[in-house]
């Protein structure tokens, strides 16, 4: 278990079996797939990895049809063993989603490579510094963190390719410290090692030429020419060729004896005396000149918190590696850049014991400090006089690398503007480093290691107010504390600002600040105290922009989503994606934006405010409703593609309004459920916002169409919640405005949630509410949807009868608007209501009929709708194979286009059916798989259904303890629903007593 613990207690380990800690306790990372799938992102060092780059890597060629689905599953799995206490809504730390890929967000001390590569470099630098002794220590700490081969237990393409490329970077290193020792004089003691490692590695003649070397230097120049001769033996016969130069060149050495091979005795470093002078020599000495030891770095804030493995990083990269280091971290104002680097300096002075230059290049004000002015200032601190400091840039700067030539110093280059004020005044030769900040990301700066930094953690800010305010102040106060540092954004410039407000009033309470700081409008207001305001940093950024980047800077914080898409944003700018998007990147560069992932942006917290408020200065009330209208229209529009896809052949998507904007186009329905799914917060935003700022139904209309063409989202069983609440939100606009069409359109869609959720009553009044405004507006098109669902309901209750009825209601409607894929879902539903009353041969029948039509008119997930019912009459006949193999057809479709609602509850028919054949052990596994979906996308009806069947299948298995506790289960979800399948479950608990006695 390599490095120092992190905070939260997890270690990895690659350099053997791959293995993971938590607070030194071995955690359970399951199969060698999902092993391997760790093994990659941590390898990756938090790069993102695609889902397509994953499967290649660990099922190559062989991958099998559903190679993605196990993949998420592996990745859920690893997320619950590495953050066990993360619940289901909040967003993972460590393994997060970036874009449609996966990345492992750990620092490289948290495992054992990255604690290896560390001191690997840290070795070369203590050689390049003549501390021989030093380095070969770091190396064989390096090299203990090894435990056998790398990657064990890791299978796929990926994984053996790895694995070659580590066990060559560790002979590599062995080779490295043997040089080492050899320098040492050690020549007796890495004899034997040296034998046992080229017995392993025949063919390293680096290793051979080393062992050879260490022979000759114990006296045994014998053994040294054995050692060529087997070598070149050896060479010849596996590969054909002779020894190489260096060995070639070693044993031409030894056999002359020569006296450059002879031992070497270490001794430290003496400083010669100065020779004397010649009694002849009439000059006298020049004296010798020290250059100046600069140290310009500001005060350290006595007060820094956290930031602990980024300041570690960057001690790393400062202290080792090829050429100069140069680390540009880069953020938006106030997030603390300068204290960090300031930090990080002062930290480092022990690697540069030659001097620290710094310069404020004033990059955010309205005079930036000029490259030539700051190089006057270094070459006047390394002791250049004035007069003689040449005068052109180029000079300058030339000047300033030959002074700074085989010395160590430390550059820190503070708020700069662009690469072009930076790239004259950074060292030339190695032994040196650079730290520069600024806002804007330095991406074309040659060899920058780009550190973007990002706010606090919420500890840290805590951590931080506590620093500032008064740890006993703060302590007491914990929850609203928390409050307060998340109202700030936990942006280290707010958090202090606010702490050493609180500070200075003695009579506050940390919970005075809460409500002072949870009014949006005011919250800027609140963060500032003497020369320090947030909004006025801020101000700094804003005032760099061009007309086209801070109109779009004011646009995109209007929408209240937490993140845009670029063609979102395009639609808000009224702009072509490509225009909108360069100008989105120009923001991201001058960290007024950010890009959590491909294509996808968002502002701070703050920063969102402070934008909203220059929204105001600036654009009137008309253009602000203008960018959201158009807004609202992009969603509308691509949300009418993306239902018309999932539910081809419904009319819904052609009765929607036409906002007149142009939207998303899709190319399979997976594609547009996924669109919707990745969209759903920003479109639910848009909904919430229109449903506050509407004023008639012209402005209702377009929302509430929006939020009927989200309706495939139901499918999935995700957003129930946030669907209820918008629903009612919009009914309320809806009737404040009286707006009928719209008030139809929320309570059909509150009728669907309301269902899903097994709430019959409530949903069937809201179908009912629908229905009544359906007749009385003329809408068919939703009527006819709603009477299906009136039908479905009371099939749902048992009442057949009265849901043929309703079927027959919707048959109509769907006629008469000359809807055939309506009418064909209306049949397949009504087949289990002919079971219900024993008419088994018309259940089959509309069955058939409801599947030939979707079948004709080509509606992919009607067809797999049509088949689950299919499937549900001719499990019932006793047709069972026949049942089984449209099941399995339609949970393929319904598993591809991730709808889990459709997914639970065809694992369930399986179940079913395989009871019906005495296949128990299958039974039981589909009941568990329904069981898993139902629970993960919180179902209860679902999971009482998939309970109910695994009780069966375990009695029919003979686990009869099982059998009932899955029952028992059951039955009280089915209690608390109030479902009437309660009393069947009753009569199977029954029967268990009966066998059991």
Not at 60 to 81: I, N
Not at 501 to 519: E, I, K, M
Not at 791 to 815: D, M, N, S
Request: charged share 25%.
């Amino acid at each position: 278990m390599p490095g120092d613990a992190p905070e939260n207690g997890l270690r990895f380990a690659v350099l053997g079996p791959i293995l993971a800690w938590r607070d030194g306790v071995e955690l359970d990372l399951g199969t060698p797939l999902q092993r391997s799938i760790l093994a990659m992102l941590l390898l990756r060092e938090g790069r993102a990895a695609t889902p397509g780059e994953l499967i290649d890597a660990v099922w190559g060629e062989d991958a099998p049809p559903r190679a993605l689905g196990a993949l998420r599953t592996y990745v859920s799995r690893l997320r619950t063993v590495l953050e066990p206490d993360r619940s289901r809504r909040t967003r993972p730390e460590l393994l997060t989603s970036v874009g449609r890929g996966y990345a492992l967000r750990v620092d490289p001390a948290w495992f054992d490579l990255g604690v290896f590569q560390r001191e690997a470099a840290a070795a070369e630098t203590a050689r390049r510094s003549g501390e021989t002794a030093h380095a070969a220590e770091l190396l064989r700490e390096a090299l203990a963190l090894w435990s056998g081969e790398p990657l064990a237990g890791a299978v796929g393409p990926y994984a053996e390719q790895q694995r070659d490329r580590l066990i060559e970077r560790r002979i590599g290193t062995v080779e490295a410290l043997m040089e080492l020792d050899l320098e040492l004089g050690r020549h007796t003691d890495v004899v034997p090692e040296l034998i046992a490692l080229t017995a392993q590695h025949p063919l390293r003649e680096r290793l051979r030429a080393q062992l050879m070397l260490a022979y000759y230097r114990c006296g045994r120049q014998a053994d040294a020419l054995s050692v060529f001769t087997d070598t070149r033996n050896a060479l010849i016969e596996e590969l054909g060729i002779e020894p190489g130069a260096e060995l070639t060149d070693l044993h031409r050495r030894i056999l002359a004896a020569d006296p450059s091979l002879a031992p070497v005795r270490p001794a430290e470093p003496v400083r010669p005396s100065p020779p004397e002078p010649a009694e002849d020599d009439q000059a006298e000495a020049e004296p010798v000149v020290e250059m100046p030891k600069p140290a310009q770095l500001p005060a350290a804030v006595t007060d820094f918190t956290g930031r602990t493995s980024l300041v570690n990083r960057l001690l790393t990269l400062l202290g080792g590696g090829e050429g100069v280091p140069v680390a540009a971290v880069s953020g938006i104002g106030g997030v603390g850049k300068t204290t960090l680097a300031v930090h990080v300096a002062h930290r480092a002075q022990d690697l540069f014991p030659d001097g620290q230059l710094y310069a404020d290049l004033r990059g955010y004000g309205n005079e930036p400090t000029p490259p030539e002015t700051a190089l006057v200032a270094f070459l006047r601190a390394l002791g250049i006089p004035v007069d003689v400091i040449p005068d052109g840039l180029a000079e300058r700067s030339a000047l300033f690398r030959s002074l700074l030539a085989d010395r160590r110093m430390l550059v820190l280059l503070d708020n700069a503007r662009d690469a072009e004020q930076v790239e004259h005044l950074l060292p030339g030769s190695a032994g040196c480093a650079a730290i520069v900040t600024g806002r804007g990301k330095l991406a074309d700066l040659p060899s920058a290691r780009l550190i973007d930094l990002d706010v606090m953690e919420p500890d840290e800010a805590l951590s931080l107010l506590s620093a500032v305010a008064g740890p006993d102040r703060v302590a007491a106060e914990r929850a609203p504390a928390m409050d307060v540092v998340a109202a700030c954004g936990f942006l280290p410039l707010a958090v202090r600002i606010v702490a050493s407000r609180l500070a200075a009033r003695p009579s506050w309470t940390v919970a005075s600040l809460v409500p002072r700081l949870a009014d949006e409008r005011r919250r800027l207001d609140e963060m500032k105290i003497g020369n320090l305001a947030v909004s006025a940093t801020f101000a700094l950024g804003y005032g760099q922009l061009d007309p086209r980047q801070a109109r779009a800077f004011r646009l995109l914080s209007l929408p209240n989503g937490s993140d845009i898409s670029a063609f979102a944003a395009a639609a808000v700018l009224d702009l072509s994606p490509s225009e909108a998007e360069d100008l989105l990147e120009s923001l991201v560069d001058a960290s007024l934006l950010e890009a959590p992932a491909p294509g996808r942006y968002r502002f701070h917290d703050l920063l969102k405010l402070f934008a909203r408020r220059k929204a105001e200065e600036t654009d009137g009330p008309a253009e602000q409703a203008l960018a959201l209208r158009r807004l609202l229209g992009f969603y509308l529009a691509s949300s009418r593609a993306a239902h018309r896809l999932a539910y081809e052949g419904s009319a819904i998507a052609d009765s929607l309004v036409d906002a007149g904007a142009r939207g998303h186009t899709f190319s399979s329905a997976d594609e547009a459920v996924a669109w919707l799914s990745a969209e759903a917060e920003d479109l639910f935003a848009a909904i919430g916002h229109a449903a506050e700022s509407a004023g008639s139904a012209d402005d209702l209309l377009p929302a509430a169409d929006l939020l009927l063409a989200m309706e495939p989202l139901l499918e999935s069983g995700t957003n129930q919640r946030e669907f209820e609440q918008r629903g009612a939100v919009m009914l309320a606009a809806a009737q404040r405005v009286a707006d009928r069409h719209s008030e139809m359109r929320c309570a059909y869609v509150l009728g669907r949630v309301l269902f899903g959720a097994n709430r019959l009553d409530e949903a069937e009044q809201r179908f009912l509410g629908a229905r009544a405004i359906g007749e009385e507006t003329g809408d068919h098109i939703v009527l006819g949807e709603t009477c299906n669902a009136l039908a479905v309901v009371a099939g749902r209750q048992r009442r057949h009868v009265e849901a043929l009825e309703w079927f027959e209601r919707a048959t109509k409607v769907y006629r008469q608007v000359g809807n055939p894929a309506g009418e064909a879902l209306a049949l397949s539903y009504s087949a289990r209501d002919h079971l219900g009353l024993g008419r088994p041969q018309d259940a089959i029948a509309v069955s058939e009929r409801g599947l030939a039509i979707f079948t004709e008119i080509g509606s992919g997930a009607g067809i797999a709708r049509a088949r689950y019912h299919l499937g549900i009459v001719l499990s019932y006949v006793g047709r069972l194979n026949e049942a089984v193999v449209h099941h399995a057809e339609c949970l393929s479709f319904f598993r591809a286009s991730n709808q889990r609602v459709w997914e639970q509850r065809v694992c369930y028919r399986l179940a079913a059916t395989f009871i019906s054949a005495g296949r128990f052990a299958e039974a039981a596994r589909h009941a568990e798989q329904a069981l898993v979906v139902s629970r993960e996308i919180t179902h209860p009806y679902g999971e009482a259904q998939s309970l109910t069947a695994l009780g069966k299948a375990l009695r029919g298995a003979g686990e009869l303890p099982r059998g009932r506790d899955a029952l028992t289960k059951a039955l009280d979800i089915f209690s608390r629903l109030g479902s009437p399948e309660a009393e069947d479950v009753r009569i199977l608990l029954r029967e268990f007593d009966q066998v059991e006695t």
